[in-house]
């Protein structure tokens, strides 16, 4: 691991207080759509803007969601941070939007900010990650297991791609299962409801 500095800790700390910022709320209340956290699933996320309110304001929730994970880690690269350093922001950012310093009990489940960190760092995996999450939505049109799937797919498709990464991306997709097993719940029970 790289020698952690005053430097790194405050890259760290921004790229937490960044993941922190609640996208589909500002998006909500700036389009006069409805609280995500009060109406659906209750998830400030893509996913849930599309279902309480319209693809336009969905569109800029994931924008914003993985533009923290992007942000974070490309900081830390523009200023000639290891990628140890760059692995820590990307994710500090997805714990500060899993776990928000504004809400912890209402963050997001990390999906979008997950997807940022890889572009940022190896978007060929990004790519296969994308197609992997597309695919399956596209045959169940239920995002969660999509996202589930995808979760788990992550480590052994790191670990083909960038095998340097894989302890970053396995650690991700513990994060990201960690988050979905209300939905892994539901999907058993089958009452997780399709887009």
């Not at 399956?136 to 969660?144: K, L, P, T, V, Y």
Request: charged share 10%; proline share 4%.
């Amino acid at each position: 691991m790289a020698h952690i500095d005053q430097l790194t800790i405050l890259l760290v700390l921004l790229a937490y207080l960044a993941g922190s910022l609640p996208s589909a709320i500002l998006v909500c209340h700036s389009m006069g759509i409805a609280d995500p956290r009060q109406q659906g699933s209750g998830n400030p996320g893509a996913s849930n803007v599309l279902r309480i309110g319209n693809r336009r304001a969905a569109a800029y929730t994931l924008l914003g969601d993985t533009g923290k994970g992007l942000v974070a880690v490309m900081v830390a690269r523009w200023l000639n941070q290891s990628i140890d350093i760059q692995s820590l922001c990307g994710l500090a950012a997805l714990l500060g939007h899993m776990v928000p310093c504004f809400n912890p009990r209402h963050g997001g489940k990390g999906v979008a900010t997950g997807l940022g960190i890889a572009l940022a760092i190896s978007w060929p995996l990004a790519l296969v990650l994308l197609l992997s999450w597309a695919l399956i939505m596209a045959f169940s049109r239920i995002a969660s297991l999509a996202s589930i799937c995808t979760a788990m797919l992550t480590p052994a498709l790191s670990w083909l791609i960038s095998p340097e990464l894989t302890l970053l991306f396995s650690a991700i997709s513990g994060l990201l299962l960690s988050r979905h097993w209300t939905n892994a719940y539901r999907l058993i029970r089958g009452e997780e409801s399709k887009l």
